[in-house]
């Protein structure tokens, strides 16, 4: 997120390298701004990824505070983060093929970078 991390170096799409100094904020636009002009599928595409890792945490927690106080369950609470661990895992690994799917059409289209990272 903006302001507590810093943005990838380089574009996950083309690897084009969108920024190299210290100045998170401006980074953040940079980055951004590359995303939406240059790959604006893809950003409409990841823009949805946190709202999909925040509903994932928020059921999976819901079910283990659930269980855990309401049915006096520990064994199902912890089955339920289990789960979490899971759905999380699923979820990076769909948003990883994803990219590597914007990536390859990408590379396609306008050719493999000269620099790969």
């Not at 994932?56 to 609470?77: C, D, K, L």
């Not at 661990?85 to 970078?113: C, D, K, M, Y």
Request: aromatic fraction near 14%.
């Amino acid at each position: 997120m903006p302001g507590s991390n810093p943005p990838p170096k380089n574009c996950p799409v083309c690897k084009e390298k969108i920024w190299d100094d210290d100045n998170w904020s401006n980074n953040w636009e940079r980055y951004r701004t590359h995303l939406n002009t240059v790959h604006p599928e893809f950003a409409s595409w990841d823009s949805k990824t946190p709202s999909l890792y925040g509903l994932t945490t928020a059921f999976f927690f819901g079910v283990a505070a659930v269980m855990a106080f309401q049915f006096q369950s520990n064994i199902m609470a912890a089955y339920s983060l289990i789960s979490w661990v899971i759905a999380i895992t699923a979820l990076t690994a769909f948003r990883s093929r994803g990219i590597h799917r914007f990536r390859a059409q990408w590379n396609e289209e306008h050719g493999a970078p000269v620099n790969p990272v």
